[in-house]
């Protein structure tokens, strides 16, 4: 972790560069500190993921509306403002990239943080190593 998960409707391939939105937040996501200046979220431990909904319904069906859901998924111990500043930035650059289509097209834009550990937390993989400064 961290992991934002991105869930919309899925005419919006069409419209954007779903590959892009995520590339622009996880680049975000390595910009976030917290009050002492570290880097909050560990650069090998990024992950966005986007995924389109091929069957959905949004609002009252009159248009050819769309959705973007994003849930950040992250461990405890990040303040109240490092968590703010997180989904400002990201809402902030969801919405620029999104700001052409919402010229064309209503949409909603949701973004939801939730913090805790799960249950169960398994990991494993290679990829923290790349980015560990040598000792």
């Given amino acids: 972790m961290p992991h934002l998960v991105i869930l919309y409707s899925g005419q919006l391939d069409h419209d954007t560069d779903m590959t892009q939105l995520c590339r622009r937040l996880a680049d975000?996501?390595?910009?976030?500190r917290d009050e002492a200046g570290e880097q909050v979220f560990p650069t090998g431990g990024v992950r966005v993921f986007a995924y389109p909904a091929t069957?959905?319904?949004v609002a009252d069906g009159s248009g050819d509306h769309g959705f973007v859901y994003l849930n950040l998924r992250m461990g405890k111990g990040r303040?109240?403002?490092?968590q703010?500043?997180?989904g400002q930035r990201l809402m902030a650059t969801a919405r620029a990239?999104?700001?052409?289509l919402l010229t064309r097209r209503h949409?909603?834009?949701?973004?939801?943080?939730?913090v805790g550990l799960?249950?169960?937390?398994?990991?494993?993989?290679?990829?923290?190593?790349?980015?560990?400064?040598?000792?």
Avoid: C, K, W
Avoid at 28 to 32: A, E
Avoid at 107 to 114: A, N, S, Y
Avoid at 120 to 134: I, Q, S
């Fill in 28 to 32: 975000t996501m390595l910009t976030v």
């Fill in 55 to 57: 069957h959905y319904a």
């Fill in 79 to 82: 303040s109240e403002a490092t």
């Fill in 84 to 86: 703010q500043d997180a």
């Fill in 97 to 100: 990239h999104l700001a052409d």
């Fill in 107 to 114: 949409v909603g834009i949701t973004l939801q943080i939730d």
């Fill in 118 to 135: 799960p249950v169960f937390d398994g990991r494993f993989g290679n990829l923290h190593p790349l980015f560990a400064a040598p000792t």
